[in-house]
């Protein structure tokens, strides 16, 4: 009998590819513990990523000349898809709007071209698989 020239994969028996979205009672408690916690900018990520639905390619790319105009929180603005190349018109909900606003007034951003986040996308995905466990959920 040979031996296989290659290791038993990596992933076997593993759940990989997309992951099933938080549901609306998994939303609310992974809100409630963010707010718990004075999360300021894990509330307004967290609002903003369930708001828009974007990529996190997308997401860690907006600058605050793309949620704000004329001092405001606007209610909806365009992101061109990295992926897709695709512009697509994104809305901001009332609650993302107000934890947006805390978040850029906590930070002090004034500039157009200030990033909201500065993190890359495996802090990102450490901050989501967080959120899964604030929701019981196995990340």
């Known amino acids: 009998m040979a031996k296989s020239a290659y290791a038993a994969p990596w992933n ?7 992951k099933r979205p ?4 998994q939303v609310r408690m992974i809100r409630m513990a963010l707010t ?8 307004a990520m967290f609002a903003t ?9 997308d997401l860690l790319r907006l600058r605050l000349h793309d949620v704000m105009s004329q001092g405001e929180i606007v209610h909806h603005f365009l992101v061109r898809q990295r992926k897709t190349g695709k512009a ?6 009332p609650e993302c709007r107000k934890s947006l606003a805390a978040w850029i007034a906590f930070k002090g951003l004034t500039e157009p071209g200030n990033r909201l986040w500065h ?10 698989k967080e959120w ?6 196995d990340p």
């Open 12 to 18: 076997k028996g593993e759940t990989v590819g997309p």
């Open 22 to 25: 938080f549901t609306i009672e």
């Open 36 to 43: 718990a916690k004075g999360d300021i900018r894990g509330l």
């Open 49 to 57: 990523a369930i708001s828009t639905c974007l990529r996190a390619g």
């Open 88 to 93: 697509v018109r994104v809305n901001l909900l």
């Open 119 to 128: 993190m890359d996308r495996f802090r990102y995905s450490q901050i989501v």
């Open 132 to 137: 899964t466990k604030l929701a019981f959920l």
